[in-house]
């Protein structure tokens, strides 16, 4: 009997290995499984990434990444990227080392195990191992077995496919030994979250704790929850599930977190002064300026566009101007930023609300990220106004040169057909000199005697009808032309740019692409060798433009529609500019903000439904009009209609007529006199030779009228 007992004990503690290991081996397929589960129900893409990130490959990591990888592939049926890393001691802090970068085909039946491959990696040329990504991962999950591995990571590592738009979930699976994290892994997600957050702004990620007394939660951060003013601390949030659906449906909740309410958050908004887009009302407006809620400091388009979009998500308004002064900014050539794209990049500034064009900035395009568009705008050219055309030849500029070279052709029919009619009665008294000229009289409404024959009445009934048309469109154009300026013909096409021979200049460096760099007609080449970049310290192109003459700028065309109707504006109320028809560019308008930014989602949502609503339409002209009547009263006075009176040089072309009229026929009159006088000569000659030579004349002296 007590050999039975002693032989059942030794069986059961010989089995009792096997049974943990059955029992462990099913809870690695079970957790497996869930999360599997789990990854799979948040499938928006074709790919999954993977990165294992370990410093002591533990049996425990190693037999659930065997059993998680190839279940991944096989339910979820999309393209996994592995990629796993090794953490070394401190002796190895220039680098780490990549063992194995595995990619499971989608055509492959089976999951297939790559052979280890060793390669060092380099800090500065790290995440190289991105590019090898063909789309936004729908989960990137991360395996790690501690903190310390992930930090190692990521003080190494920043793989440049990482942006806030993605989604993440972090695995710890320690050891049994490694009691710390086991018991606390709220102190570790605490750390990790918080970091993700700080440094690149990254908030969709869940952490989980499988093997642990927290196996059945899952922790998120919060970092808008709860703030003292500007000093925000945020906290970690946690979520319990006990099903794999439930736990799919609890995470898309909270990776659909859009920041409705950001509960008063401070968000720090750059903006500046901008006529008509961001009018201010504040006197002043200092750096760092708190915007309460119900305080409205800027208008336009862009300050109401801000307030609506700071009253729906509820944050409270941090204005920021450029920190250097330089209003939009660029990239200099040595790559920083300055101006208000500088403040972006640095994130000084979490969005800027100067609507600006939405287009590469600089060498790197994923710098800035912009939100929905709020407009659209021409980038149009602008040159000097027509010159004024002289008085004494506007009654020349009455009709074009070839209605003139019309009225000359019909007033010679015209004269040719009376003079035939005409000469079939009178053949001996008819002048064709005369009869053109009796033609001209007509066309003036001023016949010099009527005809008697029923041809010749009709002939002058129709010349008279044409005269009353003609005389009447000619004395209107004859008023028009003396009341009002008339100009020579404006440039409105890049060719008469061109031809023009001026120069073209502008204040910012982005627009150096505004006439393209594949673009290689003729006119374009000319227009890019004649485009230049003024300095701020000189004088602004558009006022070389409007008051030197000899220059072309650029800007919205929007904008110039505006300061060419309230400031470009001479003395007579005539503009001093005109806008280029033919723009070269046509730009959507958008917010700029950091390229890991979480807050454009939302933002884009409020924009868009503003913009269907036509809100940003109707702002826009309610701040034109407002504008207009605040400060265009000295315009609106000086190019009021009054009464004036004609004076001599208004009319100053009919004495030019008359005194040519005068001059000419002064000249014709002393050729008459003396062609006269020496025909008589030649004929009181004749006489004397022939008697003197006895010579029979056979003529008489003919008399000329």
Known sequence: MIKKIILATVVLFSLSPNIHGIERTKKWHEDASFWTSFICSARNSRSFGIYQIYTNYSYRLREFVKRFTPNLYMDCQSLLYLRTYKIYSRDYADGIFIIRQTRYPRTSKRAVIENSIRLKVPAEVSG???????????????????????????????????NNTMKFLIIMITDNNDSTQVENPKHVADNILKRLWRERQILNVIFVAPFTTFESCAFTYNPISSFAGQD?????????????????????????????????YPLKV???????????LVDKVDHGFLHCKKTIIFTGIDGLMLDTVAEAMNFTTVIYRPTDGIEFGYQMQNGTYVGTLGDIVSKKIDVSFNAMFIKKYGNDPNAIKFSSYVAFDKLCLVVPKASKIPQW??????????????????????????????R????????????????????????????????GRILIGSLLLLSVTITGIFNGSLYKSFSTDSYYKDIDELKD????????????????????????????????????????SDIPAIERTAYFRNFSAVDRENDLLLRLNTKYIDRDGNHMLHIVSECPRTYSLGYA???????????????????????????????????????STRQFIRTQQKFVGFHLYDVQTSFFILAF??????????????????????????????????????????TYA
Request: glycine share 6%; hydrophobic share 40%.
């Open 128 to 162: 190289s191992a991105g590019s090898h990504f063909i789309d936004t991962p729908a989960v990137t999950v991360i395996l790690i077995d501690s903190e310390e591995s992930l930090v190692g990571f990521l003080n190494h590592v920043v793989p440049e496919e990482w």
């Open 593 to 631: 903000g950091h390229r890991n930014s979480i807050f454009f989602d939302r933002m884009n949502v409020i924009i868009s439904r503003t913009m269907e609503a036509g809100l940003t339409n109707y702002w826009y002209a309610w701040t034109i009009d407002n504008y207009l009547q605040k400060n």
């Open 232 to 264: 925000i601390t945020g906290e970690i949030e946690i979520f319990k599930f006990e099903s794999s659906d439930k736990a799919a449906t609890t995470m898309a909740k909270i990776y659909a977190r859009n920041l409705n309410n950001l509960h008063g």
């Open 393 to 422: 030849l506007r009654i020349f500029q009455s009709f074009t040169p070839t209605l003139w070279l019309y009225l000359g052709i019909v007033q010679i029919v015209c004269g040719a057909t009376w003079y035939i009619i005409q």
């Open 270 to 280: 750059g903006m500046f002064e901008r006529i008509p887009t961001s009018l201010r």
């Open 424 to 455: 079939r009665d009178r053949p001996s008294e008819i002048n064709f000199l005369v009869v053109l000229l009796d033609t001209t009289l007509l066309f003036a409404g001023a016949p010099r005697h009527l005809p008697l024959i029923t041809s």
């Open 661 to 702: 009229g005068l001059f000419l026929s002064l000249l014709v009159f002393i050729g008459e006199h003396v062609v006269e006088r020496r025909v008589e000569i030649y004929f009181k000659m004749r006489q004397w030779s022939c008697s003197v030579f006895n010579i029979p004349s056979g003529t008489e002296r003919r």
């Open 497 to 536: 740019v061109d031809e023009s021979g001026l120069q073209i200049g502008t204040g910012s460096p982005n627009l150096r692409d505004m006439f393209g760099c594949d673009n290689d007609s003729e006119i374009m080449v000319n227009l890019r060798k004649k485009f230049s970049v003024i300095p701020s």
